[in-house]
């Protein structure tokens, strides 16, 4: 097997392995969450790490790596004996696919072999492998809400639970987790961001020479992955040796009572919700000390630990941008900075002399030599830099694509408010989510049916039962218990509610006209976004304004993407309806290819009339079939009615666009 690339050599990329490291220090800091563009290595640094913590004693044998030192009392493969054979393992690096199934998760009993051959076999899943190691999850934003909730559990409890129909088993799961998303690919439940300790955000370096190092340390590694990972065993043997360090010293590192009200003071400062937030700081805190060899928690360990762990719980709206403001930290840790004579502990450390607040001063590692990456680690995460350059993206993005030809005009848009649900009629089979009807693992039960040629989802007993019934004089049943076969085996139908493709289409034309009438078409498309965000839909947008459409968001999961190029579209020019409606029918074509259970809801925001462009009729046969609504934009005392006339031609509703909002009141005031 080849070596994994040293976590040394990853150049940059400092909150993601000070994170790491933290969390390889002490198992308390409760995980990572990293949130970056793609290519930026994040899994490689992840594999990286999971190399250099320190071997697991494991029990021989045992499936659920218990400790030979205290072996899991509830152990499946126990109980284990006080003498049990020991034997040292690499910490175990697990992943879970994005598309797992829940058995392949918490593991599974193979019911049909206790139905039919009365064996009963539990076959461990992956919570049980990553015990006392690292489970890794790619694009955890991507990952089916029910098995969110199990792996969270298990994060939270160290113990995962597997109740099924005849079993009931749990075994311990410690692990660190790590979770990756790319938030341009849809963000994740706020309440499920805060079950992760730290997160941070990455980005590939914009340094030119740094990204030419990243790139000849790769080709070197490619070329040569034996002689590469042996010039780097030094570094690689000095940080598992400080991680190591950090981990015996973790428990006698003081936490004084005035850091402690420094940490609430930060907490309370940013507005998080709960004691979490306060809890994984402090743990953070704890770790970073233990990390600088420090015995007493200073306030830049309280500043890194509150970088890593507060941005992602400040959070209150989907639509805000991450990272966290730096000065305000800066002020809280100013204002509750202990004086120094209450600090019984005074500078003992060297590295502390310099005093609170004294720049960016490098600590040297406390291994002294060669140890230069790790230490570079520490100092790098006190510059603010890095995320501030993460703020910029996001406003660059938001702000900076007002140019573009034609006369055209940037509407801001209100807060957005709640929306009535809009469904896509009938039964689909898409992924779940919130929206409209649909067929699913994790529904209710409607009905039973005969397991398809790849073996059931599941078994529903009684049906089972009921189905084996009216054979058993023939198969010779004498005594008790019912004589089985693999055919009577029926499946549970469930039916839930599952997640769609909202695509909007909206007219940005002169016709939609003044400032005010664009500023309520976009609050009321923030408000269906926000709506889509809450139902796990995917969304895009179509717009046509001046000589053409365009996809001004291809369909994706990520309502902060749609937000922010629905806030930088300027409005003006023609009216191309045609054009708008047949881009609409090409996204809803390709996308069909791509996710074809995904089923379409179409929205299109317009006052309907047309001044330019093809056919408004054949470009709305060519959406024929897919669920429409019009939200109606015309306003005046004077109306034409385009809009009724374009619903018509598409079969869709009609919604007037003041009554998105009124709606919502009207039904509130009758309740
Ligand atoms: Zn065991």
Not at 187 to 215: H, K, M, S, W, Y
Not at 266 to 274: I, Q, R, S
Not at 375 to 396: E, N, P, T
Request: charged content about 25%; overall charge neutral.
């Amino acid at each position: 097997m080849n070596p994994s690339y040293p976590f040394s050599a990853v150049v940059g990329l400092a909150d993601l392995k000070l994170a790491l490291v933290l969390n390889a220090v002490s198992s308390r800091v409760g995980g990572v969450l990293v949130r970056g563009e793609k290519g930026t290595a994040k899994s490689t640094v992840v594999r990286a790490l999971a190399a250099q913590l320190p071997q697991v004693a494991v029990v021989a044998g045992c499936r659920f790596h218990c400790d030979p030192r205290a072996p899991d009392p509830g152990c499946p493969d126990g109980p284990h004996a006080p003498d049990a054979a020991g034997a040292l393992r690499p910490a175990s690096l697990v992943e879970l696919p994005v598309g797992a199934s829940e058995d392949r998760l918490v593991g599974s009993l193979d019911l049909e072999r206790a139905l039919t051959e009365g064996v009963k076999a539990f076959e461990p899943g992956l919570l049980a492998a990553a015990h006392r190691g690292v489970l890794y999850v790619d694009e955890v934003n991507l990952l089916h809400d029910h098995l969110v909730d199990l792996l969270l559990d298990a994060a939270a409890l160290g113990v995962c639970y597997v109740e099924r129909e005849t079993v009931s088993i749990r075994h311990a799961a410690r692990f660190l987790l790590v979770g990756t998303m790319n938030p341009e690919e849809g963000e994740l439940r706020p309440q499920l961001l805060d079950r992760f300790g730290l997160t941070v955000e990455v980005r590939a370096t914009r340094e030119p020479d740094e990204r030419a190092e990243v790139v000849r340390r790769r080709f070197a590694f490619d070329a040569d992955p034996e002689g590469f990972a042996a010039r780097w065993a030094a570094e690689e043997a000095a940080l598992a040796a400080r991680i190591a360090r950090a981990r015996a010293v973790l428990g006698s590192v003081r936490l004084p009572d005035s850091r402690l009200r420094q940490i609430t003071a930060v907490c309370a400062g940013f507005e998080v919700d709960g004691l979490r937030a306060d809890l994984v700081t402090a743990h953070a805190a704890v770790a970073h000390a233990a990390w600088q060899g420090r015995d007493v928690v200073t306030r830049e360990d309280v500043r890194v630990a509150a970088r890593l762990a507060l941005p992602h719980r400040r959070r209150r709206d989907p639509f805000d941008a991450p990272g966290l403001d730096e000065r305000l930290l800066d002020e809280l840790l100013d204002q509750t900075e202990p004086a120094v004579s209450e600090d019984p502990e005074g500078p003992e450390d060297p590295d502390d002399s310099g005093g609170p607040g004294s720049g960016p001063h490098r600590p040297e590692g406390p291994d002294g030599s060669g140890g230069s990456s790790d230490s570079s680690d520490s100092s790098d995460s006190s510059d603010s830099s890095d995320s501030g350059a993460g703020d910029g993206a996001l406003d660059g993005a938001s702000g900076g694509s007002g140019a573009g030809g034609g006369p055209q005009d940037v509407a801001a848009a209100g807060a957005p408010f709640r929306v009535p649900v809009l469904k896509v009629a009938g039964v689909g089979a898409g992924v779940a989510g919130r929206r409209s009807s649909g067929r699913g693992r994790h529904g209710r039960t409607i009905g039973t049916r005969v397991p398809s040629g790849a073996g059931p989802a599941g078994i529903d007993l009684p049906a089972t039962l009921l189905a084996a019934a009216p054979h058993q004089l023939r198969r010779g049943r004498r005594g008790p218990g019912l004589v089985l076969r693999r055919d009577d085996l029926r499946e549970p139908v469930r039916e839930g509610r599952e997640g769609n493709l909202v695509l909007f289409v909206v007219d940005a034309s002169g016709s939609m006209g003044a400032r005010r009438r664009m500023t309520a078409v976009k609050t009321a498309v923030l408000s269906l976004l926000l709506d889509a965000y809450q139902r796990r839909d995917k969304v895009g947008l179509v717009v046509f304004r001046g000589a053409s459409a365009t996809v001004a968001l291809p369909p994706t999961s990520s309502v902060e993407a749609g937000a922010a190029r629905l806030r930088a579209l300027p409005t003006g020019g023609r009216t191309p309806l045609a054009e708008g409606l047949a881009t609409a029918a090409d996204v809803l074509r390709v996308e069909r290819l791509r996710d074809p259970d995904r089923r379409p809801l179409l929205v299109v925001v317009t006052d309907g009339r047309a001044t330019s462009g093809g056919d408004v009729t054949r470009a709305a046969a060519a959406l024929a079939g897919v669920t429409s609504v019009v939200v109606d934009c015309e306003s005046g005392p004077v109306r034409l009615g385009m809009a009724h006339a374009l619903a018509l031609r598409l079969g869709a509703r009609v919604l007037p666009l003041e009554s998105l909002g009124d709606l919502v009141r009207d039904r509130r005031k009758a309740s």
